[in-house]
């Protein structure tokens, strides 16, 4: 092939990851309304901030809570910090009441993703995970509110914000009110009425999967770059760097785990919308040139770290 044919062939490469990086990023579709097969399958965790009033709570900021998604049964624990020591704490003396879940959904932040948290999950087994698409641990979200309405509430007939005092009864009318979803209370659903809980509420979110799965293991993909509403429309909406499949899951909708160039899984999981197909995965666009040598140049790569900076010759440009 000649010199003018080759460096034509580069360019149309280049073009093609130029217009998978801008091609339009789906963001409404259907997530995972989670897994509710039964008890202890699946728990969501998240953290409140109630930064203000600590004085009157012996210093405590945050409260961890923690509800299993098919009987709405609710936990909380009051924390000082953040850091994964006091989450994990925390944590650990909620599992501690006898119920371990199979799967933990958590947000992406460090109070969950650290050395303490993972070794405790799995001391119990329990696999964590997330996904990167901004959707939120959602029905754990609902029930923060449930229980920080009731809070508040009390804290206008006391006339004062000792919250750490009012959270067990709060906790405990939560657990034994009937809940809307479910139309009976936290407390009751136990292995006897479980059955007749999944028959009656859980029935129509069977797992009825008709789309074909679009990914395999191997396959080479981008990520699409959640856009905040602010954010400038003509940037990139896919990343520049490619990352592979290294799991497909078995769920409704189906989710995906990756790794990135060097082996090292990416943390969360991902939906099929979320993921664009790559045609070159070894194509690359020039960022900027760092330094030149003769008819060397050293050049950092678009959307990597310097880590991934390296010598090309003048001519591949």
């Known amino acids: 092939m000649s010199q003018q044919s080759e460096e034509g062939k580069f360019h149309n ?45 012996d210093g405590y900021k945050y409260l961890l809570t923690v509800i299993d998604i098919f009987s709405k049964y609710a936990w909380a624990r009051p924390i000082k910090s953040k850091s994964g020591l006091d989450t994990t704490s925390a944590m650990e003396d909620i599992l501690k009441e006898g119920r371990i879940p199979k799967n933990l959904h958590v947000d992406r932040g460090k109070e969950f ?5 993972k070794k405790l999950m799995q001391n119990h087994k329990i696999h964590m995970y997330s996904t990167l698409s ?15 309405e009731k ?19 709060s906790l405990s009318e939560y657990n034994n009110t009937q809940h809307r979803t479910i139309r009976m209370k936290p407390v009751d659903v136990i292995k006897a009425t479980e059955k007749d809980l999944r028959r009656r509420v859980y029935s129509k979110f069977k797992i009825n999967r008709t789309k074909r799965i679009k990914f395999k293991i ?19 909406n ?20 990756l790794i990135d160039d060097r082996q090292n899984p990416i943390e969360g999981v991902f939906y099929e919308e979320e993921l664009a197909e790559v045609k070159y995965s070894d194509v690359f666009l020039i960022e900027k040139v760092i330094k030149k040598r003769g008819k060397k140049l050293c050049v950092k790569w678009l959307g990597f ?4 900076n390296s010598w090309i010759t003048e001519s591949d440009i």
């Open 13 to 57: 490469e280049r073009a093609v990851v130029v217009a998978e990086l801008h091609k339009p990023a789906g963001r409404i579709f259907s997530r995972r309304y989670g897994d509710i097969r039964g008890l202890n399958e699946t728990f969501q965790a998240d953290l409140v901030d109630i930064p203000m009033h600590s004085k009157d709570n």
């Open 113 to 117: 993703y650290n050395k303490e948290f």
């Open 134 to 148: 901004n959707m939120k641990a959602s029905i754990c979200e609902r029930f923060n509110r449930t229980l920080t």
């Open 151 to 169: 809070m508040w509430r009390r804290f206008s007939l006391r006339g004062n914000y000792a919250w750490t005092d009012i959270l067990p009864d």
């Open 218 to 236: 191997g396959d080479k993909i981008r990520i699409s770059k959640f856009k905040h509403i602010f954010e400038k429309g003509y940037t990139p």
């Open 238 to 257: 896919w990343t520049t760097e490619v990352f592979g499949i290294s799991t497909v899951r078995n769920t409704d909708p189906v989710t995906y785990e």
């Open 305 to 308: 770290g310097d880590s991934y």
